[in-house]
C-alpha cells in the first residue's frame, strides 16, 4: 500500500496531470483516486517482567542509566539524547522535556530547541529509580570531567558521547539495545517500541 499511494500513484498522477496541461486529455483519470489507508504495524512492548530482564542485562553497560530513564519516562530516543543537566533537578525530582535530536533534511544531526510535537515539550516527576539512575551517570561523569579538566564539551549533556558532548546519532543506543535485548532474551523491539 505505501508503494501504490507514495510512488505509483504519485508518478502517475504528475504523467497524467502534464498530459492534462499539454491537452492530451480533458480530466486526469487519478484526481479522485481513493487509495486504502495501510493498517498500522502492530506494536510490541515489554511486559514488566522484561522490562526487568532488560534493565539488568544492561546493569554496568554504559547506556544502563540511559535505558532506565527511557523505558520509565516513555521519552523518545531523540529527547534522552538531547538533555542537559539544566533540564534536571534532581533535589524537586523534576525533569524539563525542551530539545531533541533531529536529522535535518541534509541528512545530518542537531539539537533542536523543538521537540516532535507541541504536548513535547513538557516537565516530569522523576521516580526514584530515575533519580537514582542519574545520580550514578552524574557521579560517573564527574569522574571523567575531572580527566578532561579545561577539554570538557559545553553541551554538558546528561548521556555523552564521552566528553560533554551530545551523540550526534542514534547508533550506538540503537546497537546496544539490540545487543542488550539479545543478551536478556527478550524480544527485540524499536526505540519507539520502548515507549
Known amino acids: 500500500p505505501r508503494t501504490v499511494s507514495s510512488t505509483t500513484l504519485a508518478v502517475l498522477s504528475m504523467a497524467l496531470d ?3 496541461r499539454l491537452e492530451l486529455i480533458p480530466v486526469s483519470p487519478a484526481t479522485n483516486v481513493y487509495v486504502p489507508r495501510q493498517p498500522p504495524a502492530e506494536r510490541h512492548v515489554w511486559d514488566a517482567h ?9 546493569a554496568g553497560h554504559r547506556f544502563d542509566s540511559l535505558f532506565v530513564v527511557m523505558l520509565t519516562l516513555g521519552l523518545r530516543i531523540g529527547e534522552v539524547l538531547a538533555l ?3 533540564a534536571i533537578d534532581m533535589d524537586a525530582g523534576l525533569i524539563t522535556i525542551r530539545r531533541t535530536l533531529s536529522k535535518s533534511d541534509n541528512k545530518r544531526f542537531r539539537i533542536v530547541d523543538t521537540t516532535k510535537t507541541r504536548a513535547g515539550r513538557r516537565t516530569i516527576v522523576l521516580p526514584e529509580s530515575c533519580i537514582l539512575a542519574l545520580r550514578i551517570q552524574r557521579n560517573e ?3 571523567r ?3 578532561y579538566r579545561g577539554l570538557w564539551h559545553p553541551d554538558d549533556a546528561v548521556f555523552d558521547a564521552g566528553n560533554g558532548r551530545h551523540y550526534r546519532t542514534y547508533g550506538a543506543v540503537y546497537a546496544a539495545l539490540t545487543h542488550i535485548a539479545a ?3 527478550v524480544r ?3 526505540s519507539h517500541e520502548l515507549r
Do not use: N, S
Not at 50 to 58: D, S, T, V, Y
Open 50 to 58: 522484561e522490562a526487568r530482564r532488560f534493565l539488568g542485562a544492561a
Open 18 to 20: 502534464r498530459a492534462v
Open 183 to 185: 543478551d536478556a532474551g
Open 141 to 143: 561523569q564527574d569522574l
Open 188 to 190: 527485540q523491539l524499536t
Open 84 to 86: 542537559r543537566w539544566d
Open 145 to 147: 570531567r575531572a580527566l
